[in-house]
């Protein structure tokens, strides 16, 4: 158990559809990180967001957006939601400083009917 | 960008062989090499990871080297298990002092599968 929690784990959808996905990072962890994970693309960043501020962009669609709350957890809201979609959603979370390691939470799959 | 190349994409080894599994990159400024480990219906698990002023590391049955020079670097797995089956995946990132790393770049996964 990484300490990461993502809710929720399984969500199925319709096309045109809007989701959040949540993700509560590890005690103390700042940082929080979205990546997706499809069969074709493998697992690719999509946003990272530091006490509640972004700071980095991937290849996030701009039918996908992301917030961290005061509290650091951490909201990722898909809509327009098209089958090309589905995919495991991953969070992660590091600790600030002179620290790297990324720690995965078990990931939300979604998918789109 | 950063770009990661992993090979071989499925691997077979026997219980009690060694595995090995081998990844470049593109981006000199990386500096921050971490592997995990994805088991079927699972995040991934960070298993061990480099920094780019080691040329080694090793945590029991599982080592990781580094070529700054040729840009590549190895998972080696020795006495394999088959709880060691599992898809592994490598990583490329920059890591800061602050602010914890930039992104990991990730490569496309080796499933190995440890055969009793």
Do not use: M
Not at chain 1, 23 to 31: A, F, V
Not at chain 2, 31 to 41: I, M, S, V
């Amino acid at each position: 158990d990484s300490g990461v929690t993502q809710t929720p784990k399984h969500l199925i959808t319709a096309t045109g559809q809007r989701v959040t996905l949540r993700c509560s990072p590890r005690s103390g962890d700042l940082s929080v990180y979205w990546y997706q994970q499809s069969l074709d693309q493998g697992l690719q960043f999509l946003i990272q967001y530091y006490n509640g501020e972004e700071r980095a962009k991937g290849n996030i669609l701009e039918r996908f957006s992301a917030q961290q709350f005061p509290d650091l957890h951490s909201e990722l809201n898909l809509s327009s939601l098209e089958l090309g979609d589905s995919a495991l959603y991953f969070c992660a979370s590091s600790v600030e400083y002179r620290r790297s390691e990324q720690f995965f939470g078990p990931g939300t799959r979604l998918t789109v009917l | 960008g950063e770009n990661v190349e992993q090979h071989p994409s499925t691997l077979s080894v026997q219980e009690g062989d060694s595995a090995v599994i081998k990844c470049t990159y593109s981006d000199s400024a990386s500096n921050y090499f971490p592997w995990y480990k994805q088991e079927l219906g699972k995040g991934p698990q960070l298993i061990i990871d480099i920094r780019s002023n080691v040329g080694e590391k090793k945590d029991q049955r599982i080592a990781v080297t580094l070529n700054k020079t040729a840009k590549h670097f190895s998972l080696h797995i020795t006495e394999t298990q088959p709880e060691d089956s599992a898809v592994y995946f490598c990583a490329a990132s920059h890591a800061r002092t602050q602010g914890g790393s930039e992104k990991l770049v990730f490569g496309k996964g080796t499933k190995l599968t440890v055969n009793p």
